[in-house]
């Protein structure tokens, strides 16, 4: 039913499924991987950390070159050098995307954070990044256990900044399904702007929620989910994408345009490179 509202569907598998504990992808198997999922229809493939990865900058690059349709994202942490790295590995891409994370919990930090220091690098990474490649992803890295007052003001500056895409992460699996949607109805409550643009959802299964977690969101707003095959990622892994795709087509109410037909093809083609 094309005319519900359609769900976007960004992969992870190459990125954080590679941090699943024991996995490695080589780069003609990320290759491999990147082009089932692109039939099948994903709309972004992450497919690496090149600022942490610097393997991943080739990996990258030889993604860019087979894909067309899917957007590639590298993902860069809120460092100039980083953000560069990403969008050196993006050069070649047709769609491309820096998906930036900065920490918000500010109590987690050994340092004492200035809130407005943490802001405005957020303003200039976001402005350095969006001249160089087609969309800006911002992630409030560790949205679930930070201060929501912060966290509003972070993704207020994030969307002034530039950047279209604001992906709101359970980064350590920790958000009880209650508590994860209030964090979102909360966030659509404070900061009109959010409905100009996309909001995505990051959620890891550190205790068996990852699913849920993600789709309680779309009818607040939330649209686009990021997901691994086979629900790769570290520790006990991310939202599993088959699942997600099967629960929004049972639902009926949302669209997206995966063709689920694809999902044991590739799900047996990552079990056959990690155990095969
Ligand atoms: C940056 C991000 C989306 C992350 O995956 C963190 C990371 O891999 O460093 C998360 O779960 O919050």
């Known amino acids: 039913m094309i005319d519900n509202p359609s769900i976007l569907i960004f992969d992870t598998t190459l990125r954080d499924g590679e941090l699943t504990p024991g996995v490695h992808f080589t780069r003609e198997n990320k290759v491999k991987i990147a082009q089932q999922l692109e039939e099948m229809g994903v ?3 992450e497919v690496g950390y090149p600022g942490r990865y610097p393997k991943d900058i080739d990996d990258i690059i030889a993604v860019s070159q087979v894909i067309k349709n899917s957007t590639i994202c590298a993902l860069a942490g ?3 050098a980083e953000i560069q790295q990403a969008a050196k590995a993006l050069e070649k891409a047709d769609k491309s995307c820096i998906n930036i994370y900065t920490l918000v919990n500010l109590n987690s930090s050994s340092k004492i954070v ?3 220091s943490v802001l405005s690098t957020i303003h200039q990474q976001i402005s350095q990044a969006k001249n160089s490649c087609s969309q800006v992803q911002w992630t409030a890295f560790d949205a679930t256990r930070s201060p929501i007052n912060f966290l509003a003001e972070a ?3 994030a969307i002034e900044s530039g950047a279209k895409i604001i992906s709101i992460p359970d980064s ?3 958000a009880e399904p209650e508590d994860f949607y209030h964090l979102l ?7 009109p702007r959010l409905q100009q643009v996309t909001v995505s959802v990051h ?3 550190d205790f068996g929620k990852a699913v849920e977690n993600s789709l309680l969101g779309l009818d607040l707003g939330v649209r686009q989910i990021e997901c691994a095959v086979n629900g790769l990622g570290a520790r006990k892994g991310n939202a599993n994408l088959g699942e997600i795709i099967d629960k929004i087509k049972y639902h009926q109410s949302y669209y997206t345009s995966i063709n689920s037909h694809f999902i044991p093809k ?9 155990y095969g």
């Open 43 to 45: 709309d972004t493939i």
């Open 78 to 80: 809120s460092q100039e």
């Open 114 to 116: 200035d809130k407005n």
């Open 155 to 157: 993704v207020q500056m």
């Open 172 to 174: 350590l699996g920790v």
């Open 185 to 191: 109805e909360n966030l659509y409550q404070n900061i």
């Open 203 to 205: 959620c890891h299964d």
């Open 266 to 274: 590739i799900s047996e083609l990552i079990n056959n490179i990690m």
